[in-house]
């Protein structure tokens, strides 16, 4: 036994035993190396990475920006040949005063309409007056003939006379049922002609609105990406100009299945940054994944089919950032980090209520 010792091979081959065996404890977690520390790193860094697009179609005037240049909300980043709009802009104009000006001339027919009917009841009124001395005179006639006093001539003319005014009364109350019916024609066309200013309103905010669409600013404060579109380009809706990128950022990390449990809302995080030099930021799990990542790809395996491999699932655990910390001004999305995670550390109970 002793000479077994005293031999090297024998002895780099024990060592080497030894040292197999701890690193499949290792990595199987197993005692002496159980750990409440779970790491990946299959994390980075995210962010609110916004494409600009225009909304309208032209040529590109101008291109006021650069590369990576830093923008405030507001700014200009592109503007769209506009010549085209403005006189869209003001033929919408012009029909909307076409429309009014319609509508207008329908609230003057109204008021000519009611005068009509005014007109009409007076000469209904004269009507009836007419009417009633002729009745009058046709009674005295009647009386004076009944006695063999008034001539048949006279007879006659009374007789003419009270039929002419029945006449001139079923007349005038005609004339008062087609003003009556004229205003309700022009009453019924009003809600058309409104519809029709309405409309022509409508298509004079669209045409305002394609026109402010020809100029393209920033959402929010951030950095550009690449500018990609170039001056007297040709761009149409949808067209992808440039990426804002604002500094609001934070760590999503793909933690296999087994390593959840025990994880909470508000644990604290240890965030190593590669492109810092290795330099460690904390932060804390805001929230989880509701699938694995395989749910959310284009796609999906079909484990229902030839042989099966159990292959452990990766959870998105999106960490926030601790504010007050220098270093992680630098952080843009997209960088990779490394993720502790202690799950025998108590939460924040702040973090956790939101």
């Given at each position: 036994m002793s000479k077994f010792f005293r031999s090297p091979t024998s002895m780099i081959a024990l060592l080497a035993g030894v040292a197999g065996v701890l690193l499949v404890l290792y990595a199987w977690r197993l005692p002496p190396f159980?750990?409440?520390?779970?790491?990946?790193?299959?994390?980075?860094?995210?962010?609110?990475?916004?494409?600009?697009?225009?909304?309208?179609?032209?040529?590109?005037?101008?291109?006021?920006?650069?590369?990576?240049?830093?923008?405030?909300?507001?700014?200009?980043?592109?503007?769209?040949?506009?010549?085209?709009y403005v006189q869209k802009l003001a033929q919408a104009r012009a029909a909307l005063d076409g429309q009014k000006a319609t509508l207008e001339n329908s609230r003057q027919s109204e008021l000519s309409a009611k005068a009509t009917i005014a007109s009409s009841q007076a000469q209904i009124d004269s009507a009836n007056a007419s009417l009633k001395q002729a009745q009058l005179a046709w009674d005295r006639i009647s009386n004076l003939n009944d006695r063999g006093i008034a001539s048949a001539s006279e007879s006659e003319q009374a007789q003419a006379t009270l039929e002419e005014a029945k006449a001139r009364l079923n007349q005038a109350q005609s004339a008062l049922e087609v003003s009556n019916q004229s205003l309700a024609t022009i009453i019924v066309n009003r809600s058309l002609l409104e519809a029709n200013v309405a409309s022509a309103e409508a298509a004079v905010h669209l045409a305002e609105i394609d026109l402010q669409n020809t100029t393209i600013v920033a959402p929010r404060d951030g950095h550009l990406g690449e500018v990609g579109v170039r001056l007297g380009q040709y761009v149409t809706a949808g067209t992808q100009l440039m990426a804002v990128v604002p500094k609001d950022v934070w760590v999503v990390a793909n933690f296999?299945?087994?390593?959840?449990?025990?994880?909470?809302?508000?644990?604290?995080?240890?965030?190593?940054?590669?492109?810092?030099?290795?330099?460690?930021?904390?932060?804390?799990?805001?929230?989880?994944?509701?699938?694995?990542?395989?749910?959310?790809?284009?796609?999906?395996?079909?484990?229902?089919?030839?042989?099966?491999?159990?292959?452990?699932?990766?959870?998105?655990?999106?960490?926030?950032?601790?504010?007050?910390?220098?270093?992680?001004?630098?952080?843009?999305?997209?960088?990779?980090?490394?993720?502790?995670?202690d799950k025998s550390a108590e939460p924040d109970q702040k973090t956790a209520a939101k």
């Open positions: 159980v750990t409440s520390v779970e790491t990946t790193d299959n994390a980075y860094i995210r962010g609110y990475v916004t494409i600009m697009s225009p909304q309208v179609s032209g040529y590109v005037v101008d291109v006021p920006v650069k590369d990576y240049e830093q923008v405030k909300e507001g700014t200009v980043l592109t503007k769209i040949d506009d010549r085209i296999k299945e087994t390593q959840l449990e025990g994880m909470q809302v508000g644990q604290p995080v240890s965030i190593i940054v590669d492109a810092l030099g290795k330099q460690r930021l904390t932060g804390r799990i805001e929230r989880f994944s509701p699938a694995a990542g395989s749910e959310f790809a284009v796609i999906k395996a079909d484990n229902a089919t030839g042989n099966f491999v159990k292959i452990a699932q990766r959870v998105g655990v999106r960490i926030s950032i601790d504010p007050d910390q220098p270093a992680a001004e630098n952080l843009t999305p997209g960088l990779s980090v490394v993720v502790n995670v």
